[in-house]
Nanobody, 123 residues
Framework: QVRLVESGGGSVQAGGSLRLSCVASENTGCMGWFRQAPGKEREGVAAFDSDGSTSYADAVKGRFTISKDDDKNVLYLQMNSLKPEDTAMYYC????????????????????WGQGTQVTVSS
């Protein structure tokens, strides 16, 4: 059982930055960030595949950067130029192996989830 613990959420004004962290109890093949705003479906934000490749949702490209420290089993999400529409609960997720489901951020195929960290961006 992989345990994931997120941190780093908070409240910022539009244009500000936050860095989310996710500590994993063990290394897995694929890790990613998802978010869910009230009344909306969960959506993939960014993913870090087992081969080191990354993928991003169109809404965050150029503003968010996903990275991973394999030595510490920590996944990061650096979020810059935040917008009010980025407000959501952000979840870290992990899956075994990697490949298509990871690059396409198919949430249902990620087997492990953290408890979430809230990000609120005010205008």
């Amino acid at each position: 059982q992989v345990r994931l613990v997120e941190s780093g959420g908070g409240s910022v004004q539009a244009g500000g930055s936050l860095r989310l962290s996710c500590v994993a109890s063990e290394n897995t093949g694929c890790m990613g960030w998802f978010r869910q705003a009230p009344g909306k479906e969960r959506e993939g934000v960014a993913a870090f595949d087992s081969d080191g490749s990354t993928s991003y949702a169109d809404a965050v490209k150029g503003r968010f950067t996903i990275s991973k420290d394999d030595d510490k089993n920590v996944l990061y999400l650096q979020m810059n130029s935040l917008k009010p529409e980025d407000t959501a609960m952000y979840y870290c997720a992990a899956g075994l192996g990697g490949g298509g489901y990871c690059r396409e951020m198919l949430g249902d195929l990620f087997g492990y989830w953290g408890q979430g960290t809230q990000v609120t961006v005010s205008s």
